[in-house]
């Protein structure tokens, strides 16, 4: 199923993209799409024989907003370094274990809403990711089989970085990685049945038209089901929270001088095969 929730921030309601791409209304069925319902077995099959049935609603999408396909998330895991491709782009080690480093919920916004350049950044990044959403509480996962089994599905995640301020300000990345409007999200929760191979994904990101990522998640470094185990290992997962799991190689950071970081007024798209499409207009914050 492709779940997404559509209407202006704050009111969103659950959806539906039906096989025939047409938007269904949920929210006679489910009051929302969140950790809780994601958890919620019996919830998810009266979505699907709802569908099936064809008793959903249509919803009007000419001019309607989508938001973040997940509410109340409680927190955003990321991923650094996790593409062969990336890492040998930006000069740096392979590494042995994967790198997590945390974004704020806060930092999530719809898939075309505006993300903003913050005030003073000369080094504002893009960076297209596979997000993992979790499904079950997990913690202390003993296998990838087990880890796979917590996912309750897939997205497009945009980790939008400032480089000087994860970098070269001192401290941690969060810095540059917490920022207003850094990770749009969406356009769909893809749920997990759709995706037998999250390593089989294409990814691709635009600015300004110009292609900048071509990548396959066949390059990370440690795949989806190995970050989910590893992660579960340090910190307990809840139904609802995100993975962003890192990004392929094309970044303005791995560019040579001068680098073609973003200004206000760029416009990045990025997709992820079967996952949707993000378009997002950079204004200053």
Same mark, same amino acid.
């Given at each position: ?57 249509? /919803?009007?999408?000419?001019? /309607? ?7 109340? @998330?409680?927190? #955003? ?6 593409? *062969? ?14 790198? %997590? ?28 990711? /596979?997000?993992?959403? @979790? ?22 995640? *945009? ?7 994860? @970098? ?9 990685? +917490?920022?207003?409007?850094? +990770? ?10 759709? #995706? !037998? ?23 990370? @470094?440690?795949? #989806? ?17 995100? %993975? +962003?799991?890192?990004? !392929? ?20 798209? /990025?997709? %992820? ?13």
């Amino acid at each position: 199923m492709k779940l997404l929730r559509v209407g202006t921030t704050g009111a969103e309601r659950p959806a539906l993209l039906d096989a025939e791409g047409v938007l269904r209304d949920l929210s006679g069925v489910v009051p929302d799409i969140d950790g809780a319902l994601l958890a919620d077995d019996a919830a998810l099959g009266r979505i699907r024989t709802a569908a099936e049935a064809g008793e959903l609603p249509v /919803l009007d999408a000419d001019g /309607l907003r989508v938001g973040p396909p997940v509410a109340r @998330i409680g927190k #955003v895991v990321c991923i650094g370094l996790n593409y *062969h491709d990336h890492a040998k782009e930006t000069g740096a080690e392979p590494p042995a274990e994967p790198v %997590i480093f945390f974004k704020a919920a806060d930092t999530v916004v719809g898939p075309h809403d505006t993300v903003l350049v913050p005030r003073g950044s000369v080094k504002t990044d893009w960076e297209v990711e /596979l997000a993992v959403v @979790i499904g079950r509480t997990a913690r202390y996962l003993g296998s990838q089989e087990e880890a796979l089994a917590h996912v309750a599905g897939y997205a497009v995640a *945009h980790d939008v970085s400032e480089r000087e301020f994860q @970098i070269e300000r001192g401290g941690t990345w969060d810095k540059g990685k +917490n920022c207003e409007t850094f +990770n749009p999200l969406g356009p769909w929760l893809v749920t997990a049945d759709e #995706v !037998p191979d999250p390593q089989g994904l294409g990814l691709k990101l635009w600015v300004n038209g110009e292609l900048r990522q071509d990548g396959s998640t066949s390059d990370q @470094i440690f795949p #989806v089901a190995e970050v989910v185990r590893y992660v579960s290992q340090f910190m307990t997962l809840y139904p609802g929270d995100v %993975i +962003n799991t890192g990004t !392929p190689a094309g970044v303005a950071l791995g560019m040579p001088e001068p680098k073609p970081f973003l200004r206000a007024g760029d416009v990045v798209e /990025l997709e %992820i095969e079967g996952l949707g499409r993000q378009r997002q207009e950079f204004k200053p914050a």
